[in-house]
């Protein structure tokens, strides 16, 4: 079970988009479509912005959107506003009932 | 509304035991798999622990496998964690959440505020 691997930081201008990577191996991102993604602002609880790598949860913005290739995962976040600015966390089901994390990024609106 | 209420946590010194319990409203652990999931000071999330509705698939993160037993009580509509032999990098912010359905793989929803552990002599 190691950590998935995620870009440390990115940035972009309110209005355009921005991708964030999540790279994984051939027992967790690799295998199963079940990647899941989560934003958390400073001092509040993440909250779940994808799952099963490209489907919305409910009230969930049509701005962000996933996808997944090999063993890469993306989240792609569209028309950027600054109220997206926060850490962003991709997660995988890793088999044998378990999951996880990336390290996180930190996305900047600039 | 669904809510998750977590306790339990405090200061602890290595190599000992710690009982953390979530006390949820709104949903049914019969119903949801449900997962603890922590977070360290300034660092990022680490899955820790889930158990499926019926408590038929259960898993841990190899860092705390052998240490740490999940269970959940129906009629209590409660999650807990027991933490055995605990080290110095268990110190974390421990949140229970809501799976989005009854499977562990399928992503956490509802998450509770955290109670946190600090492990230290």
């Known amino acids: 079970q190691s950590a998935l691997t995620q870009p440390a930081s990115v940035s972009g201008s309110p209005g355009q988009s921005i991708t964030i990577s999540c790279t994984g191996t051939?027992?967790?991102?690799?295998?199963?479509?079940?990647v899941s993604w989560y934003q958390q602002h400073p001092g509040k609880v993440p909250k779940v912005l994808i799952y099963e790598v490209d489907k919305w949860p409910s009230g969930v913005s049509s701005r962000f959107s996933g996808s997944k290739s090999g063993n890469t995962a993306s989240l792609t976040i569209s028309e950027l506003q600054a109220e997206d600015e926060a850490d962003y966390y991709c997660?995988?089901?890793?088999?044998?009932?378990?999951?996880?994390f990336g390290g996180g990024t930190k996305l900047t609106v600039l | 509304e669904v809510q998750l209420v977590e306790s339990g946590g405090g200061l602890v010194q290595p190599g000992r035991s710690l009982r953390l319990s979530c006390a949820t409203s709104?949903?049914?652990?019969?119903?949801?798999?449900m997962h603890w999931v922590r977070q360290a000071p300034g660092k990022g999330l680490e899955w820790v622990s889930g158990?499926?509705?019926?408590?038929?698939?259960?898993g841990y993160a190899d860092s705390v496998k052998g240490r740490f037993t999940i269970s959940r009580d129906s009629a209590k509509n409660s999650l807990y964690l027991q933490l055995n032999n605990v080290r110095p990098e268990d110190t974390a912010l421990y949140y229970c959440?809501?799976?989005?359905?009854?499977?562990?793989?399928?992503?956490?929803?509802?998450w509770g505020q955290g109670t946190l552990v600090t492990v230290s002599s």
């Open positions: 709104g949903l049914s652990v019969d119903d949801y798999a």
């Open positions: 959440v809501y799976g989005l359905d009854q499977q562990l793989w399928t992503g956490l929803e509802y």
């Open positions: 997660c995988s089901y890793a088999g044998g009932s378990t999951l996880v």
């Open positions: 051939n027992s967790d991102v690799g295998t199963y479509n079940l």
């Open positions: 158990i499926t509705w019926n408590s038929g698939n259960i």
